[in-house]
């Protein structure tokens, strides 16, 4: 059964891109059958991330415009990944109907589909929230990122979607992301240190699990890919043992409140990977002037 989660923020540079990317490629590796989508349809850069060259096939917004179907779009990516790009070309963007988007899901065939949602509040970014199983929150622990990501968990809570927890990024020895989390109102699922690796991979338009496979921040997301799908034979490799006070990208999770319970669980284990050990808890220039206004009067319905 194929689940969704939309990996989503309202601050735009927090490393949703990446999360997405490195979670996905994780998750392929593994042998999950995993699509990641990039629902930026105005800005979209995942593929970028990924050395997939979006000018040399069809992508998402040419689904939504209704010109391509989704099996010509899905592209073959990294590590088993497959890819659904959206376009850079801002003159795709007015072409697209973001209200198509379950149709498109319907299509995937995967055991998870990842959605990296744009920044903002408009109707392309908010139509993941509504359409997805589940949503990831992705934020840094600065105060303004932590308050737009508060602004996503809300209208995902009016579209009735649970949101699973938070990713914190770019952590160092003072962050403290249980705070984060405490500020959200829900569970921290992963702590990702701040690493080089990440822009170095980036740049390089290769995903981290394979550019950088014993880095920090590799470790960090496979241990959020353990905590998230409750997969324990994802191996973390990693040079330093970690711990559930480790400041540096250990994730600490409940994963039965992450589920709905909320009694928790009171029970650690220990999921031991290559080289390190990881403790769980387990407890448009279009003239659609139209469907501008009807975006505008659903963003008002939305917020008023």
Sequence with gaps: MTRVYAVASGKGGVGKTTTV????????????????????????????????????????NDVLAGTADVATAVREGP???????????????????????????????????LLDTSAGLSHDSVEPLRVADEVVLVSTAERGAIGDTAKTHEVATRFGTPVTGVV????????????????LGVAVLGSIPDDPAVAAAAADGEPLVTAAPSSPATAAYRRLAVALT???????????????????????VDAEAVA?????????????????????????????????????????????
């Design 21 to 60: 990317a490195t979670l996905g490629a994780v998750l392929a590796r593994a042998g999950h059958e995993t699509v990641v989508v990039d629902v930026d349809l105005g800005m979209g850069n995942l593929a970028g991330v990924l050395g997939i060259d979006v000018d040399t096939g069809a992508t998402l």
């Design 79 to 113: 590590v088993g990944l497959s890819v659904l790009p959206a376009s850079d070309d801002l003159d795709d963007f007015g072409k697209a109907d973001p209200e198509g988007l379950p149709a498109v899901l319907e299509a995937l065939d995967a055991d998870v589909v």
């Design 168 to 183: 914190v990024t770019r952590t160092g020895a003072e962050t403290d992301a249980a705070s984060v989390g405490d500020r």
């Design 230 to 252: 409750g997969d324990d034979s994802i191996t973390v490799t990693t040079d330093e043992p970690t711990s559930p006070t480790d400041p540096e990208g250990v994730v600490v």
């Design 260 to 304: 709905g319970d909320d009694e928790g669980s009171a029970d650690w284990e220990e999921v031991t990977g290559e080289t390190g050990t990881v403790t769980l808890d387990e407890s448009d220039e279009s003239d659609d002037s139209d469907d501008a206004d009807e975006r505008t009067g659903f963003l008002r319905w939305l917020l008023g």
